[in-house]
């Protein structure tokens, strides 16, 4: 595949951060994927909200798996750390390296094949265990790359471009989360950059398991009458359950509302998709009344953006394993293999 670079030079007045860099030095390469598709606006509020909290780009650890969603790290953050794993296994792999070096931001992007099928234990063990991590789904409800088939968080009912309809139950991510214990969950939308970028701010700043659905249409194979993740939808409907499809080129769709209304948003095709923004009075720390709100509106066919939950004392595994305040991959070998007595303390210990 050829890529194109972008030029590396920079205009000498643009504008930096408290650490110096420009917005531009949060950038990647030129993106590959289809014109108008979500997941470069999910990149492009990445790339603000790193410049905003000014965080030094090597500072950060972006994991991937495998899709369309898994190839976007190529185009943010070109001087962080990254690495692409197989297909579902991101999870585990930024386990180790969140175990190895805690002196990282881990930075997770998947997608709704990646972890809500084959990831699916993947995903749920992160959550649960408290990895810290920003964990970022970019949901758009088909396999992109083999061409649309449904993925497993396309809703029942929901018709593909073929016009076959999905019969399957869907697998909501965001109401996992909820139920396994992360600490950090939301729901945005991709054409939603004035609500996106907070969350991922908030979600890397937060000290446990932060988990971002973020419903993004594929504008090539899911962004038609029908579906349930098209723009149109999204954004009539913005108060239920994520869905994301593929567009043909053309411009993106983008909208802004105001916190507590519904608004509907039309799609290329002329179909809809509402979106509800939460209430100014809603309370994210409550973990059951979120889960009860989301599923009350997502009865009403409505997708429920914004920060779900938070719990503002968070731990992670670290705290769980009671793990040394230095990063393990900068200790000696005489401390991490201490010798055969320490050993057999060890072993005592468990008989």
């Known amino acids: 595949m050829t890529y194109i670079a972008k030029p590396r030079l920079h ?56 899709g369309c969603s898994s190839k976007t790290p ?10 692409n ?61 083999t061409k649309g088939q449904f993925s497993a968080t396309a809703d029942r009912g929901s018709k593909s471009k073929k016009g076959v309809i999905n019969s399957d139950s869907p697998v909501d991510l965001v109401a996992l989360a909820l139920q396994l214990g992360a600490t950090y969950v939301a729901r945005s939308f991709s054409g939603d950059k004035e609500q996106l970028v907070p969350l991922i701010k908030g979600a890397m700043a937060h000290g446990g398991a932060a988990f971002i659905d973020v419903i993004s249409p594929c504008v090539t194979f899911n962004n038609h009458g029908g579906s349930t993740k098209s723009y149109d939808y999204v954004r009539q409907h913005n108060d239920a359950v ?7 080129t053309r411009d993106e ?32 720390t409550d973990r059951y009344a979120a889960m009860s709100y989301m599923q009350t509106h997502q009865a009403r066919g409505e997708v429920v953006t914004g920060l779900l939950y938070i719990d503002s004392l968070a731990t992670d595994l670290h705290t769980a394993l009671n793990t040394s305040d230095k990063p393990l991959n900068t200790l000696e070998a005489n401390v991490l293999c201490p010798g055969s007595k320490a050993l057999d303390r060890i072993n005592a210990s468990l008989r």
């Open 74 to 83: 190529d185009y943010f953050l070109g001087a962080s750390h990254g690495f």
């Open 253 to 284: 769709i983008t909208t802004q509302y105001a916190a507590g209304e519904v608004v509907d948003v039309q799609q290329h095709d002329g179909s809809t998709l509402r979106l509800r923004k939460l209430h100014t009075d809603y309370d994210p």
């Open 85 to 145: 794993t197989v297909h579902g296994r991101m999870p585990s792999a930024l386990t180790g390296a969140n175990l190895a070096n805690r002196d990282l931001l881990y930075l997770g992007v998947s997608g709704d094949g990646d972890s809500a099928s084959i990831g699916l234990g993947q995903f749920a063990n992160a959550m649960r265990r408290g990895v810290r991590m920003c964990y970022i789904v970019e949901n758009n409800g088909v396999y992109g790359l």
């Open 242 to 248: 994520s869905r994301i499809d593929f567009i043909t």
């Open 11 to 66: 205009h000498p007045t643009l504008t930096t951060n408290k650490v110096g860099y420009t917005r531009r030095d949060y950038e990647g390469r030129i993106s590959t994927l289809c014109a108008g598709c979500g997941h470069d606006s999910i990149s492009a509020a990445i790339i603000q909200a790193c410049w905003e909290l000014d965080i030094e780009p090597h500072r950060v650890a972006k994991l991937s798996g495998i």
